[in-house]
């Protein structure tokens, strides 16, 4: 391509290099933004770089200088600042339904917004492997249908899934169709995000209730002609009072953990922690399997525990186990008194 074509484009190249090249630690001088314009196949003088940098600052862009040997220019105030990419890095990072493969795309959006220097900071910042994420890779398209859904206000139709587990196949935990693979049909009314995941809100006319559902585990959403049903149940519905009765999170100490789960809870298993957990079979009872998983040792992760009964035990490390059963024993103690 001969040069003359690009002399034009030169105000935008300028723009491009500011906004990659510079920041606030990193300021170019005018021989700089020369030498990176040449290797675009532009050529330019000094004056014609001050007045360009005099339009692109009319034009709104913030272009800040500083003056020690010789004058250096940077992008001062950007679209995002480098704090609030890092507040998005993390969110990304911790969601659970965007996979691993759309986590990393999604990052690497967002260091284009900021300059290749503090891009480094965000790639720095980046761990996700080994993270709880969903497999599904079209939950992006489920929520945009859904929302087409609630906007038109129409009712869908799903199949909805649920973790079963296989000791036999290579893949252990897998997704099977609940109830047969019986097509669901609801009126979706909201999308809830909690611990990660995102939840629709919908009436289900066959039982005349709000139910709610993972995301992640619809598969093949349809958005039908019918409109939605249960309006006036929906409208008494207080959502932050239903997400906070029907959602929990945990906190305290981290620790590695060994339990005991029957065969058939391994969908409660796999909803917490994800599919990719170190399994084996119990050897003492065939219709459990043991799993080491990562969990905050709390309260609430005890009352979790308890909440599934037989279903699920605390086998080791020891003292994770005393302090469950030592836990059980004050609320035991607890209701004793209050009954007293």
Known sequence: MSRLPRQKQKLLYIQKI????????????????????????????????YDDLRTLEAFGLDICS??????????????????????????????????????????????????????????????ISNRVKTSNETIYYSVDRLHDAISKNRSVTFYYNRWV???GSTEKIKLQRRRGGELYRVSPWAL????????????????????????????????????????????????????????SMFAGEETEIELSVKNDFVGIIADRFGKNVFITRDEKHADRFLVKVNVNLSEQFFGWIFALGDGVCITAPEFARKSFMSHLEKVAAANKEVRE
Not at 23 to 37: A, C
């Open 18 to 49: 500011l906004l990659e090249k510079s920041d606030e630690e990193h300021g170019l001088t005018v021989n700089d933004i020369i030498r990176e314009l040449d290797s675009y196949g532009i050529n330019a003088e000094r004056k014609s770089i």
């Open 66 to 127: 500083e003056k020690s040997k010789t004058v250096r220019y940077y992008i001062g105030e950007r679209d995002f600042q480098i704090s609030e990419l890092k507040l998005l890095v993390d969110s990304i990072q911790s969601s659970k339904f965007i996979t691993e493969k759309k986590s990393f795309e999604l990052i690497k959006k967002l260091e284009g917004l900021a300059s290749e220097n503090d891009a480094r900071l965000l790639q720095n910042q980046v761990i």
């Open 165 to 167: 587990l296989d000791l």
């Open 192 to 247: 809830c995000w909690d611990d990660e995941n995102y939840y629709l809100v919908a009436y289900d006319e066959s039982i005349e209730q709000i139910r709610h559902y993972r995301v992640d585990k619809m598969e093949k959403i349809t958005v039908t002609d019918d409109k939605r049903k249960g309006r006036e149940l929906f409208s008494k519905l207080n959502m932050a009072d239903y997400a906070k009765s029907t959602f």
